[in-house]
């Protein structure tokens, strides 16, 4: 049974950082394209940053660029999202989610985890 599950969500103020993590099971980590994506209130889920299988390339939303970073660590089967300089416009629901290319749609994507709340106050 393939498991995805997001952790170290929370409320931050702006400005702040924040890593996330989305630990895998039942899957061969190593071989699948991974993403974080994210739901913002009211609005529909949104790409935030793909990595490769092996970690090789990083792919981000324009929104996001140079303030967060997408990693992976194949011997811990994990996936990573380091955020700073947050904004409150960074409030949303955050998933993890693994396929077989590391693209920029939600249909892309196979497994999903549950997601993890990051709320950031101004």
């Known amino acids: 049974q393939v498991q995805l599950a997001e952790s170290g969500g929370g409320l931050v103020q702006a400005g702040d950082s924040l890593r996330l993590s989305c630990a895998t099971s039942?899957?061969?980590?190593?071989?699948?394209?991974m993403a974080w994506f994210r739901r913002p209130p009211g609005k529909e889920r949104e790409f935030v940053g793909s990595?490769?299988?092996?970690?090789?390339?990083?792919y981000y939303a324009d929104s996001v660029v140079g303030r967060f970073t997408v990693s992976r660590d194949n011997t811990k089967n994990t996936l990573y999202l380091q955020m700073n300089s947050l904004k409150p416009e960074d409030t949303a629901v955050y998933y993890c989610a693994a396929g077989a290319h590391p693209a920029g749609w939600t249909s892309a994507y196979d497994f999903w985890g549950q997601g993890t709340q990051v709320t950031v106050s101004s």
């Open positions: 039942g899957l061969e980590f190593s071989t699948y394209a």
């Open positions: 990595i490769t299988w092996s970690g090789g390339n990083q």
